[in-house]
């Protein structure tokens, strides 16, 4: 069974970073995808970021587009995020997550959302 175990949430000012981290368990297929989801309170989860195994393409939202960066550590079958120019907007719970199949990262810029690892917290004061 797949499980992704995301880490590196935390307190920054806003114009300061953080790197997030999924680690990735129990991979039985090798083409997929992965990548964040975020949830601010009271709003609607948002699709963040996706890289496809295979080719390493990465895909973001607007929003994020510039600022954040996805890279995979395929060996280590880690993903990690790097977010950059942090916003007081960019505060949510940040939500790793897998789809067996790459197709909707590289067609939609985001993930469905078939494996799902528990949330870290970031929180960017102004």
């Known amino acids: 069974e797949v499980q992704l175990q995301a880490s590196g949430g935390g307190l920054v000012q806003a114009g300061g970073s953080l790197r997030l981290s999924c680690a990735v368990y129990?991979?039985?297929?090798?083409?997929?995808?992965v990548g964040w989801f975020r949830q601010a309170p009271g709003k609607e989860r948002e699709g963040v970021s996706c890289?496809?195994?295979?080719?390493?393409?990465?895909y973001y939202a607007d929003s994020v587009k510039g600022r954040f960066t996805i890279s995979g550590d395929k060996p280590a079958e880690r993903v990690y995020l790097q977010l950059s120019s942090l916003k007081p907007e960019d505060t949510a719970v940040y939500y790793c997550?897998?789809?067996?199949?790459?197709?909707?990262?590289?067609?939609?810029?985001?993930?469905?959302?078939?494996?799902w690892g528990q949330g870290t917290q970031v929180t960017v004061s102004s």
């Open positions: 997550a897998l789809d067996e199949e790459p197709y909707y990262c590289s067609s939609y810029g985001s993930l469905e959302g078939g494996f």
């Open positions: 129990g991979l039985t297929f090798g083409d997929y995808a």
């Open positions: 890289i496809t195994s295979r080719d390493g393409r990465a």
